[in-house]
């Protein structure tokens, strides 16, 4: 416990903290993304926030979804935490790969495995190489949009019985919303329905919620949502903002992506607020 303790970021921690067991409360790791300055802020997430993350997957895919993982993510990219926890919280195991590219190794073609993630530009190159590969039961796509073209490619290519479109800034814990289908994709995919334990707002620029089909800004509310920036006070108070809609003292992150619901209940992705772009999965601030 104390070198676990030790290992974190000295700000993100009081004193109290220091000298007393490992809490649920305490932080469990930082991953940083990028900055509209160019100063990347890290995002300090508890461990109870990867508990309740991993309690989500082994509930949603199972324990023959989460047995046998393929663990192809930079640790610098927060998928990592639900390809490594997610099967080792739940009896599963975890298959580290060099990276994504290395599913396409003729050494590996037509093995099974239970599950492979990745960032949808990524696979998508993979695939279109052409080639032999792993046999998946289930395909998780997340990171950045993703057509339906590259979908139901990588899908075929793996023999996957099912595809999931997963969305979910790291401050929100990696995932926030999922969609899920056994069919053949024929329009872009939705980003889904939100995941256990969150909610999700759609709000125009007075945070009042806008109705069914009409565009605006995603916020995410829930027990998922990080700590915050680690020692960025301001930017904390600027991106987690008080929930108006939820209980008294709760926060809500605002996310800058927008978005609109559609009548089956499902969240379309339409872009950005802002000039923010997505390069194989990473933030990227134009400015």
């Not at 139901?152 to 997963?166: D, H, K, L, S, T």
């Not at 069919?183 to 125009?204: F, K, W």
């Not at 995410?220 to 008080?242: K, M, T």
Request: charged residues 20%.
């Amino acid at each position: 416990t104390e070198a676990a303790l030790a290992a974190l970021p000295a700000g993100d921690l009081t004193d109290a903290e220091r000298s007393a067991p490992l809490l649920p409360a305490h932080a469990a790791y930082a991953i940083y993304t990028s900055g509209s300055t160019g100063l990347p802020k890290g995002v300090v997430v508890p461990h109870e926030n990867v508990a309740d993350l991993a309690a989500w997957a082994v509930a949603e895919f199972g324990a023959e979804g989460m047995a046998h993982v393929v663990a192809s993510t930079s640790l610098n990219f927060d998928v990592s935490v639900f390809e490594m926890f997610g099967p080792l919280l739940s009896g599963g195991s975890v298959e580290v790969m060099r990276d994504v590219l290395e599913l396409g190794d003729p050494a590996h073609a037509g093995r099974p495995v239970s599950l492979i993630s990745g960032v949808p530009s990524a696979v998508a190159q993979l695939v279109s190489e052409g080639g032999s590969f792993v046999r998946a039961r289930e395909v998780v796509l997340a990171g950045e949009a993703v057509s339906a073209r590259d979908a139901n490619e990588v899908v075929r290519a793996v023999g996957a019985e099912r595809f999931a479109n997963i969305y979910g800034p790291t401050e929100a814990t990696v995932y926030a919303a999922a969609w899920y289908t056994r069919e053949q994709i024929a329009g872009a995919p939705p980003i889904g329905a939100p995941i256990r334990n969150t909610r999700l707002y759609v709000l125009d620029a007075a945070l009042q919620p806008v109705p069914v089909g009409v565009p605006g800004e995603l916020y995410i509310a829930g027990p998922g949502l990080a700590r915050g920036y680690h020692r960025r006070a301001g930017l904390s108070a600027e991106r987690f903002v008080a929930d108006p809609h939820g209980a008294a003292g709760t926060r809500m992150y605002r996310t800058g992506d927008l978005v609109r619901w559609s009548a089956d209940g499902q969240l379309d992705y339409l872009g950005r607020t802002d000039f923010q772009v997505k390069v194989r999965g990473f933030r990227i601030e134009l400015g």
